[in-house]
């Protein structure tokens, strides 16, 4: 049975992860670092305005783990809901994707690059919901790009791809006194 689920094309995958809930040590260690920080700003600045304001800025800052997060994955694109945020972007925004033991790394770039937590999304797993994941992604990205070249190929120019003969920006002349 599990075969034949496996083998059938998914249209539509949906999950929550609620990374604190799943990490209770990691979630302990965090309240309690952030209650330790929160002592330190009241004995430095003397005002619960600026503890407050110092705690809202935190829990916001890690909302992503502290609450739980929504995912959508359809034949359009990845949608991806929080507390604080909603992202929805398509599939051929994307080129290609790096998985680790938590998550996967949608990226905008062909090749790894340190743009890519700013440019890309990144999707957290389940216990259980790895392998379905990538698969999806997997089939989405090939669905994406054979449809970018598609559209290269009917347009004839190339989609925000440089060759390697074509110059990087503007010539600058240079001027002798």
Same mark, same amino acid.
């Given at each position: 049975? !599990?075969?034949?689920? $496996? @083998?059938a094309r998914i249209t539509e995958l949906t999950w929550t992860a609620h990374p604190a809930k799943e990490r209770p040590r990691a979630t302990i260690l965090l309240a309690l670092f952030i209650i330790a920080l929160e002592i330190g700003i009241y004995f430095s600045f003397q005002s619960l305005f600026v503890v407050l304001l110092a705690l809202v800025f935190?829990? !916001?800052? /890690? =909302? !992503?783990?502290?609450f739980p997060t929504s995912y959508r994955l359809d034949y359009e694109g990845v949608t991806v809901k929080g507390v604080i945020f909603r992202h929805t972007r398509p599939w051929t925004h994307f080129r290609t994707y790096y998985a680790d033991k938590r998550?996967?790394? /949608? =990226?905008?770039?062909? @090749?790894? $690059? @340190? /743009?890519d937590p700013f440019r890309g999304m990144s999707l957290l797993f389940t216990k259980d919901n790895r392998e379905e994941v990538l698969g999806f992604v997997r089939q989405r990205l090939a669905i994406a790009k054979e449809e970018r070249l598609a559209r290269i190929s009917a347009t004839g120019t190339r989609d925000k791809v440089r060759s390697k003969k074509e110059p990087m920006g503007k010539s600058v002349t240079k001027y002798k006194r």
């Open positions: 049975m !599990a075969n034949k689920k $496996s @083998r935190l829990v !916001a800052s /890690l =909302s !992503a783990f502290i998550g996967v790394q /949608l =990226s905008t770039f062909v @090749r790894p $690059s @340190r /743009l």
